[in-house]
């Protein structure tokens, strides 16, 4: 199938979906999103053997049987993830704080006191989609960083999310500018920290055991400016629901200054990112 042909058929997907979205109950849909992550994971094998590799390499104490049903429940939760994602691009944010609880509001508050704004780090872990959303709503807008997707009415629609409860979408190339443009106006601005990045672009932290390369600039961001790092999460429970989660803010000056004090704080940002993938593996990208 040609790219555009691809462009075409995920469009007209996400629309129908959409309409779908309107019609049936959340649960219902959130099951039937589930039910097509489950069909995934069965037809994907390359993907769900990446899975289940990583998962033997960060928990070589598990059963083979317990690897393989997390690496398929990963595909699972997701697949509900986007079928939430769907439904709120038909609904609007304001469906989504009804579901939502928040713990450790007083975390957040304390960071977004801050004069000299707020970093706030989380992972593609949970639905940190939809955790920027109840964020903004509760807290005040935050810069989210992102690269915009290949497929231009997927990138539109998913620009139109996070841009729904009135965050700014930064993309990369115009990152350092606008996001200490935002932290000196005393704002926050918003990282997934847990993406792997080239070598030449990143530094190399523990991770599960092993070395990854990631990105410091978030760390680079907080120890230039003095802003708190806060991190935080979207955890979907059992019924379909969300725990909002903020953990203390760091204080980037305990660190000191200079690029080992950057690479001190990315460290502790991936400390805690494996701290929340521990207590919820299968609600992390393995593949």
Known sequence: M??????????????????????????????????????????????????????????PEWSEDRVNQTARGVWIHFGGVMFDLVRILAKGPGSVEPLATIEGRAHAERAHRSPHGVVLITGH????????????????????????????????????????????????????IRSMRR????????????????????????????????????????????????PCRAVMTPDLRYRVIYDPPIDPREFGSGETAVGALTQAMMKATELWIREDPDQWLWM
């Open 2 to 59: 040609g790219r555009s042909a691809r462009f075409a058929l995920e469009a007209l997907a996400l629309h129908g979906f959409e309409a779908l979205a309107l019609v049936i109950p959340r649960p219902v849909f959130l099951r039937l999103g589930r039910a097509l992550g489950a069909m995934v994971a069965a037809l994907d094998r390359r993907h769900l053997s990446i899975a289940r590799v990583n998962l033997r390499r960060s928990f």
């Open 183 to 230: 932290l000196k106006a005393g704002q926050g601005v918003a990282f997934v920290v847990d993406q792997n990045v080239q070598e030449k672009e990143g530094i190399f932290v523990n991770f599960f055991g092993r070395p990854a390369c990631t990105t410091p600039f978030a760390a680079r961001l907080a120890i230039r400016t003095g802003a708190l790092v806060l």
């Open 125 to 176: 872990f949970g639905n940190w989609e939809t955790h920027g959303i109840v964020h903004a709503r509760n807290f005040g807008s935050i810069g989210v960083i992102a690269r915009p997707l290949d497929n231009p009415t997927l990138d539109r629609a998913m620009r139109n999310l996070r841009e729904s409860a009135g965050n700014e979408v930064i993309e990369k190339e115009h990152a350092m």
